[in-house]
């Protein structure tokens, strides 16, 4: 693994990563996102990371503008402060990964997972989270204007002071979520799920 390692640094410093072939540009890629000790240093804006599987990995204010990583696996990853404009998130894993403040406007997170995910303070206006998981996810202060949310997962998720002001919510289940102080101005609910929310 050391020399594997070795060698993809070698051929960065040579190459530049950009230069790499796609697989072996992805393979240094998936090096550099596991050996980060701070996720600064981490620009991958643009690029293709479908399917990686980087638990617990440090992303902390890492630069994924419009990177690829659908199917990818992020649990119990280190994204806060992370930049994930309009990153394609389709499909992938974030369960109990931290994106505190994190910035998600315009990001396609349709049929993603972040069950038990912290995503409190976080930017996602214009986000699509169509059918994704966020069961017992923590919004708290974040915002989702004109977010899409239909028939996406929301039980049990603290919304409190959230802003989703336009979002469209048809077909969501909020069975029990706190939505104290949240702004709703807008926000399309027809059909939601409603039992037992809190704040409405």
């Given at each position: 693994m050391k020399k594997r390692l070795l060698l993809t640094v070698l051929m960065i410093i040579v190459l530049g990563l950009?230069?790499?072939p796609a697989e072996a540009y992805k393979q240094a890629c998936v090096d550099r996102l596991r050996?980060?000790?701070?996720?600064?240093?981490?620009?991958?804006?643009?690029?293709?990371l479908t399917g990686i599987v980087v638990e617990r990995a440090n992303l902390?204010?890492?630069?994924?503008?419009?990177?690829?990583?659908?199917n990818a696996n992020l649990r119990r990853a280190d994204l806060r402060d992370a930049n994930l404009t309009g990153a394609e998130l389709v499909g992938a894993n974030f369960t109990k990964a931290s994106?505190?403040?994190?910035?998600?406007?315009?990001?396609?997170?349709?049929?993603a997972i972040l069950e038990?995910?912290?995503?409190?303070?976080?930017?996602?206006d214009g986000a699509i989270l169509n059918k994704a998981n966020l069961l017992k996810t923590d919004l708290r202060g974040a915002s989702l204007k004109r977010a899409q949310l239909q028939g996406t997962n929301l039980r049990i998720a603290q919304l409190q002071g959230a802003?989703?002001?336009?979002?469209?919510?048809?077909?969501?289940?909020?069975?029990?979520?706190?939505?104290?102080?949240?702004?709703?101005?807008?926000?399309?609910?027809e059909g939601a799920i409603l039992t037992g929310v809190k704040g409405l």
């Open positions: 950009s230069s790499l050996y980060l000790k701070d996720g600064v240093e981490g620009d991958f804006s643009d690029a293709d902390i204010n890492a630069n994924l503008r419009g990177t690829s990583l659908v994106l505190y403040r994190a910035i998600l406007i315009d990001a396609n997170l349709t049929n038990n995910a912290v995503i409190s303070k976080a930017n996602l802003d989703l002001q336009d979002a469209d919510m048809r077909g969501a289940d909020l069975s029990y979520s706190d939505l104290t102080n949240a702004k709703l101005e807008g926000a399309n609910l």
